[in-house]
């Protein structure tokens, strides 16, 4: 049975940090590629942060040079760190595992940002 977990969300004030854990368990994690997207009320679910299986990142726009994603194999979890967050960064941010056509999420975990 595969299980992403998210943890780490919460209220922060604007200008403020918070990180972000996935752990994921049921599945060979060194061989997927991770990923953070987040879904704002009335919005479309976007992606935030991805990192390969090789480790290489990408980011949206919205968030590069604030947000940092990176893995821990041995952890089998992915982490985003987000500083400097700004009130549009008030989500619901998920965990996404993906290998070709597979793909599993996590249940999400509530960012709150406050002005």
């Known amino acids: 049975q595969v299980q992403l977990v998210e943890s780490g969300g919460g209220l922060a004030q604007a200008g403020g940090s918070l990180r972000l854990s996935c752990v994921a368990s049921?599945?060979?994690?060194?061989?997927?590629?991770m990923g953070w997207y987040r879904q704002a009320p009335g919005k479309q679910r976007e992606s935030v942060a991805t990192?390969?299986?090789?480790?290489?990142?990408n980011y949206a726009d919205s968030v590069k040079g604030r947000f940092t994603i990176s893995r821990d194999n041995v952890k089998n979890t992915v982490y985003l760190q987000m500083k400097s967050l700004k009130p549009e960064d008030t989500a619901v941010y998920y965990c996404?595992?993906?290998?070709?056509?597979?793909?599993?999420w996590g249940q999400g975990t509530q960012v709150t940002v406050s002005s």
């Open positions: 990192i390969s299986r090789g480790g290489t990142t």
């Open positions: 049921g599945i060979t994690f060194s061989i997927f590629d």
């Open positions: 996404n595992s993906r290998r070709s056509v597979i793909s599993y």
